[in-house]
C-alpha cells in the first residue's frame, strides 16, 4: 500500500511556474504508475498526466502538453509536477494519484486506488 502526500502549491502570477511534488509512504512506490488530476471549483475531478512506474511511459492531458512535466524518482519515492506558463484556467486543487496498473500511464481516474489530499494552486491573471 502506498499513501500519497502532496506539496508545492501555491499563488503564482501568469505566465510563472511551480512544481508539485508527491511523496509516497511505503516501500513499493515503484510498484505503482502515478498520476496528477486536478479539481476546480464546481468543476469534474480533471486527468492531467501520468507515468508508469519506470517512467518509461507519459500521458498528458491535451489543456497541458507542452507546458507540464511529469516525472518521478523511485530512489526517493517522490512523483513531480512541473508546471511552467501557467495560466488563470490551472488554478484548482491538485491531486496525486497510485495505481496498481504499473505499467499503464492512464487518464482515468477509477483505476487509481491510491489519492493524496490535495495542494492548491492559485494562478493570477
Known amino acids: 500500500q502506498v499513501q500519497p502526500v502532496e506539496s508545492g502549491g501555491g499563488l503564482v502570477q501568469a505566465g510563472g511556474s511551480l512544481r508539485l511534488s508527491c511523496a509516497a509512504s511505503?516501500?513499493?512506490?515503484?510498484?505503482?504508475?502515478m498520476g496528477w488530476f486536478r479539481q476546480a471549483p464546481g468543476k469534474e475531478r480533471e486527468f492531467i498526466a501520468a507515468i508508469s512506474w519506470s517512467g518509461g511511459s507519459t500521458y498528458y492531458a491535451d489543456s497541458v502538453k507542452g507546458r507540464f512535466t511529469i516525472s518521478r524518482n523511485n530512489a526517493n519515492n517522490t512523483l513531480y509536477l512541473q508546471m511552467n506558463s501557467l495560466k488563470p484556467e490551472d488554478t484548482a486543487v491538485y491531486y496525486c494519484?497510485?495505481?496498481?496498473?504499473?505499467?499503464?500511464?492512464?487518464?482515468?481516474?477509477?483505476?487509481?486506488?491510491?489519492w493524496g489530499q490535495g495542494t492548491q494552486v492559485t494562478v493570477s491573471s
Open positions: 511505503g516501500r513499493t512506490f515503484n510498484s505503482y504508475a
Open positions: 494519484a497510485a495505481s496498481v496498473y504499473a505499467y499503464s500511464a492512464s487518464s482515468l481516474a477509477n483505476e487509481y486506488q491510491y
